[in-house]
Every structure is written in structure tokens, then in C-alpha cells.
């Protein structure tokens, strides 16, 4: 047996020599001749004693290519003559297992006869897969010729069952990374237009008994040399291009990530040629009959066969290039994508049809009408992905595979942008609150072209850089507009879109929704009813293109709390009534409400604040009483108890010392000295619903902080040790100031990095100034925090004085020094 400190030399060896010269294959070659002679050693010490014959070693899987990545499984087939029996041959076994084990490779095996070899189980169809890979290492020769003669015919008898199961997996696969290559950190193995799906493109073809396809040689030896890396850096199967892994492997690592992008998308068009070609194979008689009928739509223009599109006549897109055009808006009719042979044809057509479409036109009515199409997003997408998207708009180029870093964002400035667009699309079809209002909402929009050109072209002024690109976006769209001939109307409300497209949701991050300042100046920048449809359905799109789990039912819901507040401020149909005190009140309510602020008759409905009113006779009692309850996947928490300083700290303090992340939190307080405070707050760990016992607990212990009986510094000591910040570099930290937001208080934002605490040291620290806090509002982009307070001194707004006192408490407070501090 090689021992352990040889073969880490020899490994070392492949290492050092990838680093000189960049040479994935002969990494992969010399770690599958290291594991050979590793296998061999162990078979001639253990096996090959008991087993003289009836047994043959048998690599499979990239093993049986000799593909094996640094860190990657060994799949290894031990091809029995019959079933292991007796002690001698179990113990050999288990010492041959073992001597690999202690060899430090990651073994993958299993023990099979030739019989179950060549007969399909459906709960390991994988292994019927690898067998596509195998080769005989040693052993019984004669074993392994009878297996290899007779899977030919297997896999000839089980081709469909093979091919059905390689499609449907791929399917899967793709779906769980949002079947997109545009991943801002993509696992190079199994993301859409990876290492799998090389794989899966050499199956397919083989299990079809076709030639060889496109050449891929290129794409595949670049995600060797990532993988390679990836796994040399990490000392483990580590298959994620993250951002250290990037600005290690490139000075320019943006740029470099386009490489990524090209590659990708050739493997996965590929990828995507082959699961049509293998689809066309497995047709049932409903489904062939399903799409005999879609073939129907065929018109003298396009062909629908097998549920695609064709060209009749594609040697006619020289002489008509607005052909091309005409096909999408059929897509977008009839939600039926082009062929990839369609979509070839316009590829080869491109310098034509660039020059075409670069020229002062008005195209803008056969475009328009695809926009208004049910599926105008499928059609969108095709457009892009064949390129004729930026032959119309030679600006698209700029954002093509542009990866923005910010850690927020999952995908590349072109995938968001599509993703956006699809977002609004399948808005359509929800019917549940809160979705349902913006599914109304985008009903009721007469000019859907418009609100998706302008999703089209928001961000194209990221191109340019670092910076606001808002602004790039609408010159650069401006001249877009006019060269496709858009109306001076329509163009604009799009060009009001895109500049205006982040006013909405830097309005829920750092502004109070209950405060009419807000209303009032979003009013004032919308301008109009319609306006302001078109920017809350924009905002929606573009948050939900985030990341999948962006768009949260409280996000939702804080965006149309917000659409409502500015429609109300818009038509003048504040309700006053709720606002105003008359004499002739019931006493009770009358004396609770006296001394709020007028926002908390807006953020609370008649039930709740008769539930306030419970829990403040029920605080008279004990001094303290608050509620604790799940709605929409996040807790709601209020409770009322007379005031104390730093109770508002005190309570944000406890709430983070059980891993809970707040998202909103309001401070009141009534004429008669009782403090209301309220909390939403998300359990990421699911401590609480995992450990029902843990409530009590919260609820004891937020009792205590109410009542001044918990050191809160004390509770958050083992949180703040836990938190480790993510390169690269930390967020600088900003605190600024503004009076003019608010009629009655002073708002701070503080931008920083998110840690464990920090609200409450933020808290703490502004409550040590002897301000009192009125409202604050909560937002995280991953590890930057946005909290925003609205803060009063005496009943009135902060004096400047104040305000450069509390700004550098504040920044101390965010700075790396104060990381690991815990006490007020």
C-alpha cells in the first residue's frame, strides 16, 4: 500500500505543476493513474487472495472517464460473479474498504453482479447511468468482458426509461438554480451550463446513438481549470465560485466572469439541444396529440412543430429583417418558443439585422404589440438568448453578464433585468393577498409596454460603473427610445420610470410609512394615479428579480401599505375622522388613545387598538404586558408598560440575544406615561418552532427587560463573539441626519454592517443623549444593516449641537472597535 505521506508528495506534485502551467487534464489524468495505483495496491493486498476469480474492479462515473478532480468521489464498481459469502471474503472486503479509506480518497462503491448490472432499478437508475463510464481496472477479465458485451443491449432495451430519467433530473436540477446560467456566485457543477451538464450532453447522445455534436472543448477544459482551483483552495470538494474565489483567480474578476458567462451559455444551449432532441424520443400519444393540435397555429410565416417554432421560409430574413420580430410577437401570443434552430438562423442573421435595427425606424407598434401580449416575458427572453434583443437595443450590451457585487443581488444585471419582467408576468395568475393587489394592480394598468420597457431598461446605466446609475439608465434609454420610435408621451412616463424606479423602496427601507411626510413627498414625485400604478408595479418587479426569496409577504405588504399611503395623499381622501377626538368618546378609549401620535390610528386597525387597550389594563395589574403572535411567517410582538430609560434598548436587546432578526419595530407613547411598543421580527434558526418552550422563555424574559430586571449586556455577550463579517472589506459606516423628512422629528439613518446587537447598541446610544425614540424602521441587504430612527429631544427636533453629539456616539458605535462590545 503507497503510503500516506507518498501519495500526499505525489499529490502535491499534480498540484504544484496546475499552478505552473494551468493544465486541468493532466491534473485529472495524474490524480486517476495516483487513485489506479492506490486501488491496485489495496486489491493485490486484500482481494486478490480470496478472490483469484469472480470479481473485477471496475471505475465508473468520472472515475471510469479518469475525470478525477482534486477532491472529487472515486465511484468504484466491485463486479461480482456472485453475492460475497463467508467470513474470509466479507473480512477481505472490509480490509480492502479500509486501506482506501485510510488512503484519504472519498470512496464511492458498490458490489453488483453482471445480472444487476444489466437489469434497470428504478430507486438506482444513477448506477445504470455511471455504467456509460466503465473500465476495467483488474481482476477477472473474463467477468468484465461478459458485463461489457451485454450492456449494449441494456442500454438499447432501456434507453427511454434512461433517457426519461436524465431529462427529468436535469429539469430538476436546473429549476433549483432558477434555470439560469447567471448566477452572481454559481456552483460550476451543478448550476445550468456546468460541469453536469457536459456530462449530461455526452449521455444523451450516446444513449441516442448520435455523432458527436458542437465542439465544447474549450468550455470544458475553463470549468476544469475553475474546478481545479476551486478544489486546490478549499482542500475539499468545494464547487462554488464565490467572490473571494473570483478576486483570487483574476485581477479583474467582473470581466473575467463574462468568460465564465460564454462558456456556460454554450454548454447549456447545448445542453438544452440535447434534452429537446432525447424529449422528441419519449412523446406520449396525448402529448404527440396535444402538439398536433398546437402545430394548427402554423401560418404562412411560422411552422409549430413539437411545440417550437420554425422559419418557413429563414432565408427571408435577409430581405425582411422586422421577420424576426414577427416571430417573437408570435412567441408572445401564443407562449411558444422558437426553435433552436429559429433561434440559430437569427444568430447568422445578426450583423444584418444589427445594421437593420441601428437605423431611426418605427418599429415601436409591431413592438408594442408584442409587449402586450399574455407572454410577452417568454418572448423577451428568447429575444435575448438569440441575440435580436440587443440588435433593437445595442445598449443592452452594456449590462450583458455584468456582475455587480453587493452580496444582495444573486444574478448578473441582464438575468435581473429578464427575472423582473418574468416576475410581473406570473403576477397573473395570484390570487392570494398580498399578491392579489398587485396582480389587480397590473389588471388595471392600460400601458403594459410601457411599464415593461422600462423594466428593460433600468439598470443599463450599470454598465458605466460604480455610482447612481438612474441617471445613466435614462440617457441611454432616451436615445433607444427615439431610435424605435416610441411617442414623446409614452416616452416620458418610461423615462420617469426608470429614473424614479428606487424612490419606492428606499421609501420602505428608511422612511416611516406612517408618517405623512412620506405620503406627501412621494405624491410630489409621482405626480399622478398612473405614475404611481407603474412605479409600485416596476418596484415590485425589481425587487423580486433579486433573489428568489426577495419579494416576502412582509416586503409585499410594506410595498402596498406604501402604494396606499401616497394614493390617499394623491386624491386628498385622508380619513379624518379616525384622526380627530370629540367629546362625546367612550372614556376609556379616549384616555388610551390621548397623547399618540395621529400615524398610530393609520398603522393599527379598530380591533387591534382595542387589543392594546386589554393589554394596558392587564400592564396596570403586573406592570407589564405584551402579546406575542405569528402572522404571515414572521412574529409580531407589542407590549405596554410604563416608561423607563432604556426600555426600547432593552427590549431590542433581548429579541437579539435569541438569534431573533427584527425587520420593523414602533415606539409610542400616550399622554398618561404608558409606552406601546411593537415589533416584527423573523426567526431564521426556528428556534421558537422548534422548541415551543423557548416562547415562555422570550416572554419571561422580555418581562423582565420591560420592568429594568434583565442585563440585557449580559444576554448579548455570546451573540456578538459569533459573528464573523464576509470579505470582501466591510461596509464604512454612515450616520447622517435630516429634519426636513418629518414634521415633528429629527430622522437618523444609519448605514453599517449587520451584526448581532447592533439595534440595540444604536439604540442605547441615542437613548443615552436623552432622546427619546419615536419610530424606527429596520431593513438588512444581506450584512448591511439600513436602520433608520426618527428621534425627538425634549418633544421637539434635534439641535445641530445635538445632532454632531449623536453622530459620532453613532459612528463609534458602527466601527470595528466596537464589534465585540455588549454594554450599553
Not at 464 to 481: D, I, K, M
Not at 495 to 523: G, K, Q, V
Not at 602 to 623: C, K, N
Not at 750 to 775: F, Q
Amino acid at each position: 500500500m503507497k503510503t500516506g505521506a507518498k501519495a500526499l508528495s505525489e499529490a502535491g506534485e499534480i498540484q504544484h505543476q496546475f499552478l505552473e502551467d494551468q493544465n486541468a487534464i493532466a491534473v485529472l489524468r495524474g490524480r486517476s493513474v495516483l487513485v489506479d495505483e492506490t486501488v491496485l495496491t489495496a486489491w493485490r493486498e486484500f482481494l486478490a487472495p480470496v478472490f483469484p476469480t469472480g470479481m473485477a474492479l471496475v471505475p465508473v462515473g468520472g472515475y471510469g472517464r479518469r475525470e478525477l478532480f482534486p477532491c472529487s468521489d472515486v465511484d468504484l464498481l466491485l463486479l461480482v460473479e456472485r453475492d460475497i459469502h463467508g467470513d474470509a471474503q466479507r473480512a477481505a472486503l472490509s480490509g480492502f474498504l479500509r486501506a482506501l479509506w485510510d488512503a484519504g480518497l472519498r470512496l464511492s462503491h458498490s458490489v453488483r453482479t453482471a445480472g444487476e448490472c444489466c437489469s434497470l432499478q428504478q430507486h438506482n437508475i444513477e448506477l445504470s447511468i455511471s455504467l456509460l463510464d466503465q473500465r476495467f481496472l483488474t481482476g477477472d477479465e473474463k467477468l468484465h468482458e461478459m458485463l461489457a458485451g451485454r450492456l449494449p443491449k441494456f442500454f438499447q432495451s432501456n434507453r427511454q426509461a434512461l433517457l426519461r430519467h436524465l431529462t427529468v433530473l436535469a429539469e430538476m436540477r436546473h429549476e433549483k438554480f432558477q434555470r439560469t446560467i447567471y448566477h452572481l456566485e454559481p456552483n460550476i457543477k451543478e448550476t445550468p451550463g456546468g460541469l453536469r451538464d457536459l456530462h449530461l450532453i455526452e449521455w444523451l447522445r450516446r444513449l441516442r446513438g448520435a455523432e458527436p455534436g458542437e465542439d465544447l472543448g474549450e468550455a470544458a477544459e475553463f470549468l476544469a481549470r475553475l474546478r481545479c482551483h476551486l478544489h486546490f483552495r478549499a482542500g475539499r470538494d468545494q464547487n462554488v465560485l464565490n467572490f473571494e474565489a473570483q478576486e483570487e483567480m483574476s485581477e479583474d474578476p467582473s470581466a473575467w466572469m463574462r468568460q465564465y458567462y460564454r462558456h456556460a451559455r454554450a454548454i447549456h444551449r447545448a445542453g438544452l439541444r440535447q434534452m429537446e432532441l432525447s424529449e422528441a424520443l419519449l412523446e406520449t400519444s396525448l402529448l404527440r396529440g396535444f402538439r398536433d393540435w398546437r402545430s394548427r397555429l402554423s401560418n404562412a410565416e411560422f411552422t409549430v412543430s413539437r411545440d417550437r417554432v420554425y422559419f418557413r421560409s429563414p432565408l427571408q430574413l435577409a430581405a425582411d429583417p422586422e421577420l424576426a420580430l414577427r416571430l417573437f410577437l408570435f412567441t408572445a401570443r401564443h407562449g411558444i418558443r422558437p426553435s433552436l434552430d429559429a433561434e440559430r438562423r437569427i444568430r447568422e442573421h445578426l450583423p444584418g439585422l444589427k445594421r437593420h435595427f441601428a437605423q431611426p425606424g418605427s418599429i415601436w407598434p409591431l413592438l408594442r404589440e408584442m409587449l402586450s401580449q399574455a407572454r410577452a416575458a417568454v418572448a423577451l427572453r428568447s429575444m435575448y438568448e438569440s441575440g435580436l434583443l440587443e440588435a433593437l437595443f445595442p445598449e443592452f450590451e452594456r449590462i450583458e453578464s455584468l456582475v455587480v457585487r453587493d452580496f444582495y443581488h444573486r444574478y448578473t444585471v441582464d438575468e435581473h433585468t429578464l427575472i423582473g419582467i418574468e416576475s410581473l408576468e406570473r403576477l397573473r395568475d395570484q390570487h392570494e393577498r398580498p399578491l392579489r393587489n398587485f396582480s389587480e394592480l397590473l389588471a388595471e394598468t392600460e400601458e403594459v409596454p410601457l411599464l415593461l420597457l422600462a423594466l428593460l431598461l433600468h439598470d443599463i446605466g450599470k454598465g458605466e460603473g460604480q455610482g447612481r446609475h438612474a441617471a445613466a439608465s435614462v440617457r441611454y434609454a432616451a436615445v433607444a427610445l427615439d431610435r424605435i420610435g416610441v411617442p414623446e408621451q409614452a416616452k416620458a412616463t418610461v423615462l420617469f420610470l426608470i429614473e424614479h424606479h428606487l424612490d419606492l423602496s428606499l421609501a420602505m427601507t428608511s422612511r416611516d410609512l406612517s408618517d405623512p411626510a412620506t405620503a406627501y413627498d412621494l405624491a410630489h414625485r409621482v405626480g399622478t394615479l398612473e405614475n404611481l400604478k407603474y412605479l409600485t408595479l416596476v418596484t415590485y418587479g425589481d425587487i423580486s428579480a433579486v433573489h428568489p426569496a426577495a419579494m416576502t409577504p412582509w416586503r409585499a405588504e410594506q410595498l402596498w401599505r406604501l402604494h396606499v399611503v401616497t394614493h390617499n395623499e394623491l386624491t386628498r381622501e385622508l380619513d379624518s375622522e379616525r384622526i380627530h377626538r370629540g367629546p362625546d368618546e367612550e372614556p376609556e378609549l379616549a384616555a388610551f388613545l390621548e397623547g399618540f401620535p395621529v400615524r398610530y390610528l393609520r398603522t393599527h386597525p379598530p380591533s387591534e387598538i382595542f387589543e392594546h387597550m386589554a393589554l394596558a389594563r392587564q400592564s396596570r395589574q403586573g406592570g407589564v404586558a405584551l402579546d406575542l403572535r405569528r402572522q404571515q411567517g414572521m412574529y409580531r410582538l407589542t407590549v405596554i408598560t410604563s416608561d423607563h430609560p432604556n426600555l426600547f434598548s432593552s427590549l431590542v436587546g433581548t429579541l437579539s440575544s435569541f438569534g431573533m432578526d427584527i425587520v420593523k419595530a414602533e415606539a409610542f407613547a400616550n399622554r398618561g406615561g404608558t409606552i406601546l411598543d411593537t415589533f416584527v421580527f423573523s426567526d431564521p434558526m426556528r428556534t421558537l418552532e422548534l422548541n415551543p418552550m423557548e416562547i415562555e422563555r422570550l416572554k419571561l424574559t422580555l418581562q423582565r427587560a420591560a420592568r429594568g430586571r434583565e442585563d440585557v449586556a449580559r444576554l448579548l455577550k455570546g451573540r456578538a463573539k459569533s459573528w464573523a463579517s464576509r470579505l470582501p472589506g466591510r461596509i464604512e459606516p454612515r450616520v447622517s441626519f435630516d429634519s426636513k423628512a418629518s414634521q415633528s422629528a429629527t430622522l437618523i439613518e444609519v448605514i453599517t454592517e449587520d451584526r448581532p446587537g447592533l439595534l440595540y447598541h444604536l439604540a442605547s446610544t441615542i437613548s443615552g443623549a436623552g432622546c427619546s425614540i419615536e419610530v424606527v424602521l429596520i431593513d438588512t441587504e444581506a450584512h448591511k444593516a439600513i436602520d433608520v430612527f426618527y428621534v425627538t429631544s425634549a418633544g421637539r427636533k434635534l439641535t445641530p449641537d445635538l445632532e454632531a453629539e449623536l453622530r459620532r456616539a453613532l459612528l463609534a458605535v458602527c466601527g470595528p472597535s466596537a464589534e465585540g462590545t455588549v454594554s450599553a
